[in-house]
């Protein structure tokens, strides 16, 4: 070999040995199809926006985003199996407001929340609704309130399992309002709108996507919603705050999450190809249908808007006297 080309062969093998290896990574990645662990059953609220999102990052990203369900233990069991994963991209988890619930509300889970996952962005706020059922005969929250504290601990309310973002809603719905009910978890959002329709428990603070329909066709009756503004898909129903409970908004929130240590190129492209999805048309529509909002952050926001929330959700547990699983 020539003395000059044996040269510029040295530099090249020095130059790529002296690339990061997540460099390497995103030039490379997505090579083969991702696994999207959502922590809930099919058909709750996160497994309906992780399919709307995933299908258009499938198609922008040239590879399949396979959903997996892994519901059960308020999500918990899905967030082991993430925590618990190659960090390479090739597993990630769009979980709910609930990651930030489960610190408080387990006495000791297979991972840490805030050091074994890096946050992607989120993807959504969607508001959960008051329902009850139109055989309770009432029809505002102001009734509600009234036979909460005509009999009190006479009502339940229905949660997607013991410490997920609905019951912590319910609690602080409950504080609040200085009501006394009882919760009645359910595995996830499919049981517990059915016990409410059916009347066997009294009402739920449930995601706007699993009763929509039901609302519409008078199955159910929104009393108010817990966001910090109406909903725009129930434009005419009240915010509780609006309806006579201040200080009892929650954020009900979805977003992308992947293991730890996961090449920040890799998480970084995740985050601009959701950002892509939530830009399209099909995305938009599909959102406006649900009755939820398109929300994003850069990676280090949303690492730090978890932090913030796992300590203002551990005061909020406290402060309900919740028992720790």
């Given at each position: 070999m020539q003395p000059q080309r044996r040269l510029v062969h040295t530099l090249l093998a020095s130059l790529a040995l002296a690339l990061p290896l997540?460099?390497?990574?995103?030039?490379s990645y997505p090579n083969r199809p991702i696994k999207v662990i959502v922590p809930f059953p099919a058909g709750s609220t996160t497994d309906i926006i992780a399919r709307a999102i995933t299908d258009k990052m499938s198609q922008s990203m040239g590879q399949?985003?396979?959903?997996?369900?892994?519901?059960?233990?308020?999500?918990?069991?899905?967030?082991?199996?993430?925590?618990?994963?190659?960090?390479?991209?090739?597993?990630?988890?769009?979980?709910?407001?609930?990651?930030?619930?489960?610190?408080?509300?387990?006495?000791?889970?297979?991972?840490?929340?805030?050091?074994?996952?890096?946050g992607v962005t989120p993807i959504s706020t969607t508001p959960n609704v008051l329902v009850i059922s139109p055989s309770k005969n009432i029809k505002t929250l102001g009734e509600?309130?009234?036979?909460?504290?005509?009999?009190?601990?006479?009502?339940?309310?229905a949660s997607a399992g013991q410490g997920s973002a609905t019951h912590l809603n319910a609690e602080k719905f409950k504080l609040a309002a200085k009501?006394?009910?009882?919760?009645?978890?359910?595995?996830?959002?499919?049981?517990?709108?059915?016990?409410?329709?059916a009347g066997r428990v009294d009402y739920y603070f449930s995601p706007i996507a699993p009763v929509i329909g039901q609302i519409?066709?008078?199955?159910?009756?929104?009393?108010?919603?817990?966001?910090?503004?109406?909903?725009?898909?129930?434009?005419?129903?009240?915010?509780?705050a609006e309806a006579g409970v201040p200080g009892s908004e929650f954020n009900f929130w979805i977003g992308m999450m992947a293991p730890a240590k996961t090449p920040r190129d890799i998480v970084n492209r995740l985050a601009d190809e959701v950002a892509k999805a939530l830009a399209?048309?099909?995305?938009?529509?599909?959102?406006?249908?649900?009755?939820?909002?398109?929300?994003t952050l850069r990676p280090e926001q949303f690492d730090t808007y978890i932090r913030d929330e796992i300590k203002s959700n551990a005061v909020l547990v406290k402060a309900a006297g919740l028992q720790v699983q």
């Open positions: 997540s460099s390497l990574a995103q030039g399949t985003l396979v959903v997996e369900n892994r519901g059960g233990a308020s999500g918990t069991i899905g967030q082991a199996a993430v925590a618990q994963a190659a960090a390479d991209g090739y597993t990630i988890m769009i979980h709910s407001s609930s990651h930030t619930v489960s610190p408080s509300t387990f006495a000791k889970l297979p991972f840490d929340t805030e050091r074994d996952f890096v509600l309130l009234a036979a909460a504290r005509a009999k009190p601990g006479a009502l339940n309310f009501i006394d009910a009882m919760n009645v978890p359910f595995k996830g959002s499919a049981e517990a709108v059915t016990e409410v329709m519409r066709n008078n199955q159910l009756v929104p009393l108010a919603v817990g966001s910090p503004r109406r909903a725009s898909a129930l434009p005419n129903v009240p915010t509780t399209t048309a099909e995305v938009k529509e599909r959102f406006e249908k649900l009755g939820a909002d398109a929300w």
